[in-house]
C-alpha cells in the first residue's frame, strides 16, 4: 500500500483519490479552500440554490464508470440523473425560435429544417456526421489514454471536409492548404451557409470558452457529443454530483484536510516525496497528484516547471488568459411555466464584436460587449427554490478574464450583469418584475475561490491546430508527480476532469507504460 497526496478536491482530484483508494493506497487530500468541488460551486440564499460552476453534464459514462469503479452503489443510485429534454432552445435576433431535442439525430434535422427553412438540417446532419469521424479518430488519444509522447501527431485536424481547390496549391479543408489550417468558423461559414446555424454552431465553442476564429475545425465534436449523448442534470444541480463524489471518496477512506494549502512539493532521490503545508508540516508521500493548474506549480517546486522535455506546454499567458464566467444567479417570484426550456441560449445580435470583447480585437485590447450571448438556466427542480411559486435561474455568459477587464470593480460588474438580464429577457418575458433578488459572480470571484488564474474555465481538449488545444501530460519530469483536472490532459469540464482523474490512477497503479483501458 502505497501513501498519495493529492493537492486540490476539484472533480478530476477526487476522481483520483476514489480510484487509488479502491486499488488499496492511502489518499490523503489537501485543499486550500473550506470545501470540495472545486469549480463546481453552490449559492444558497433564502431556500433558493443555484450551481455557481458547470449546470450540466455531458458524456455520463465518464461518471458511471467511476461510481461502479468505487463501490456497490451505482451513479445512478447516488444521485438522481435525468435527460434534459428539449436540450436546449435557441433565440436569435430576427425572432427565429428553435427547440432542438435531446440525443435525436432525426429531431434536430426537422427542427432545422422548420426553423432555417428546407436544407437546414441536412446541412448540419452532414456536419455532425464529419464530426463523428473526429471523435472515432480522437477518442482513445484524447479521451481514454494517457497522452501520447508523440502527441504532435494530433495536432494534425481529422476533420474530413471537401476540398478547397485544387491544383498546384490545392489541398483538402480538413488538411489545411495555401489559406492555413481549418478553423470552426470557416467550416460554419462554409458547410452551413444559414447565419442562424453558424451561430448555432460557434456558440457550442463560444460556451467552452473557445474563439471560433481560432479553435480548429475538430471543435465540431463538441455538438457532435451533447447531440449524440445527451445533456444530463442531477437533481440538487451539479454540486450533488461532486457531494455524492466526496461522500464516495470518504466511504473508501480518503482523508479530507480543508484550509491547508501546500507550498511545496518535496523531493526525495530524484522523486516526489510529499508536500509541504503553510504551516510548515511536510506529509510525506509516495507519490503526488497536483489537480491545480500545472503554471502555478513552479513555486512549489523550488521554480522548475513540472513538464518534461518534448512535452505539451501551456502558452504564455495560457490559463490567465482564458475567459471566464460572468454569473447572474435570480431569484423569482412566481411559477415556472410548464413547457419552459431547461436550457435556452439567446444569441448576440453582432457575435463579430462579442468574439472582439471576449477574445480581443487582435491588438490585445477588450471592450465590454453590449449584446453578449446569454445561456439561461431554469431548472424543473423543488430542491434549488423556496417553494412552487418561485424560480431559481441562472444566467451565464463567457467573458474576458480577470485582468485583462478588471472584475473587482463592482459598478462595472452590475453594469454587465443587467446586459445579461436584459438578454434574458427574450427568454423570461416580465422577468424584471418577478426578480426579488440577483446575486453577481465574476471571474475574480472565480479566482479568489478556486485558484484558477484570472477565473478562467478550461475548455477541453481538441486535435488540430498544431497541437494548440492539447493540455500537459499527466505525469511530470519529476518521477511520482502526475496531473490531474481540467488544466491536464484531457482537459477541461465535468467529463473530462473525471477521465483525468482515471488516467491518473491508471498511471499510478499499472504503471507510466500503461495505456488506458482496453
Not at 429544417?113 to 428546407?118: H, L, W
Not at 471560433?212 to 440538487?236: D, H, K, N
Not at 471571474?443 to 478556486?450: F, G, I, K, S, V
Request: include cysteine.
Amino acid at each position: 500500500m502505497a501513501r498519495i497526496v493529492v493537492i486540490g478536491s476539484g472533480m478530476g482530484a477526487m476522481a483520483a483519490a476514489a480510484r487509488l483508494a479502491v486499488a488499496g493506497h492511502r489518499v490523503v487530500v489537501y485543499e486550500r479552500g473550506r470545501a470540495h468541488g472545486g469549480g463546481v460551486g453552490r449559492f444558497a440564499r433564502d431556500g433558493f440554490r443555484f450551481d455557481t460552476g458547470p449546470g450540466l453534464l455531458h458524456l455520463p459514462a465518464v461518471y458511471r464508470d467511476l461510481f461502479v469503479k468505487t463501490g456497490k452503489q451505482t451513479l445512478e443510485q447516488s444521485v438522481e440523473l435525468s435527460q434534459v429534454d428539449p436540450a436546449s432552445r435557441h433565440l436569435f435576433t430576427d425572432g427565429t425560435d428553435v427547440r432542438l431535442p435531446n440525443a435525436s439525430r432525426a429531431g434536430v434535422f426537422q427542427a432545422l429544417d422548420g426553423a432555417f427553412g428546407a436544407g437546414a438540417g441536412e446541412r448540419w446532419s452532414d456536419l455532425v456526421n464529419r464530426a463523428r469521424e473526429v471523435w472515432d479518430a480522437t477518442r482513445r488519444p484524447l479521451l481514454e489514454e494517457p497522452l501520447r509522447a508523440d502527441w504532435r501527431v494530433l495536432g494534425r485536424d481529422p476533420y474530413p471536409a471537401a476540398p478547397v481547390r485544387r491544383g498546384r496549391l490545392g489541398g483538402l479543408f480538413g488538411r489545411g492548404g495555401a489559406d492555413g489550417p481549418p478553423t470552426l468558423a470557416g467550416v460554419a461559414r462554409r458547410e452551413l451557409k444559414d447565419p442562424r446555424a453558424v451561430a448555432l454552431l460557434e456558440s457550442h465553442a463560444l460556451a467552452h470558452g473557445l474563439d471560433p476564429r481560432s479553435a480548429p475545425a475538430a471543435a465540431t465534436v463538441l455538438p457532435y457529443i451533447e447531440q449524440t449523448f445527451g445533456a444530463w442534470y442531477v437533481r440538487g444541480g451539479m454540486r450533488a454530483l461532486a457531494d455524492a463524489l466526496h461522500e464516495r471518496c470518504r466511504q473508501r477512506k480518503v482523508e479530507f484536510h480543508f484550509d491547508a494549502e501546500v507550498t511545496g512539493i518535496v523531493e526525495k532521490d530524484g522523486r516526489a516525496a510529499g508536500v509541504e503545508l503553510a504551516d510548515g508540516t511536510v506529509a510525506e508521500a509516495d507519490a503526488v497528484v497536483s489537480g491545480i493548474d500545472p503554471a502555478l506549480l513552479p513555486p512549489l517546486l523550488g521554480g522548475q516547471a513540472p513538464w518534461r522535455e518534448g512535452d505539451v506546454r501551456p502558452e504564455p499567458g495560457a490559463g490567465g488568459g482564458t475567459p471566464g464566467r460572468l454569473t447572474v444567479l435570480l431569484a423569482l417570484r412566481g411559477t415556472r411555466p410548464a413547457d419552459t426550456a431547461h436550457r435556452t441560449v439567446v444569441h448576440a445580435p453582432d457575435r463579430e464584436a462579442e468574439l472582439a470583447a471576449v477574445f480581443g480585437d487582435g491588438h490585445g485590447l477588450r471592450e465590454p460587449c453590449p449584446h453578449p450571448t446569454v445561456t439561461v438556466l431554469r431548472p424543473d427542480d423543488p430542491t434549488v427554490r423556496p417553494d412552487e411559486e418561485h424560480e431559481a435561474v441562472t444566467l451565464t455568459a463567457v467573458v474576458a478574464p480577470h485582468g485583462p477587464v478588471d472584475w473587482t470593480d463592482g459598478t462595472a460588474a452590475e453594469q454587465d450583469a443587467q446586459r445579461l438580464i436584459t438578454a434574458a429577457e427574450a427568454a423570461i418575458p416580465g422577468l424584471r418584475d418577478r426578480m426579488l433578488w440577483h446575486e453577481v459572480r465574476t471571474p475574480a470571484d472565480t479566482e479568489a475561490e478556486t485558484g484558477a488564474r484570472g477565473g478562467a474555465v478550461p475548455g477541453p481538449v481538441l486535435a488540430g491546430a498544431d497541437g494548440a488545444f492539447l493540455r500537459p501530460a499527466n505525469v511530470t519530469r519529476l518521477p511520482g508527480l502526475y496531473l490531474a483536472g481540467g488544466w491536464a490532459h484531457p482537459g477541461g469540464g465535468l467529463a473530462h476532469a473525471g477521465m483525468s482523474g482515471a488516467l491518473v490512477a491508471g498511471l499510478i497503479v499499472e504503471g507510466e507504460d500503461w495505456r488506458g483501458s482496453q
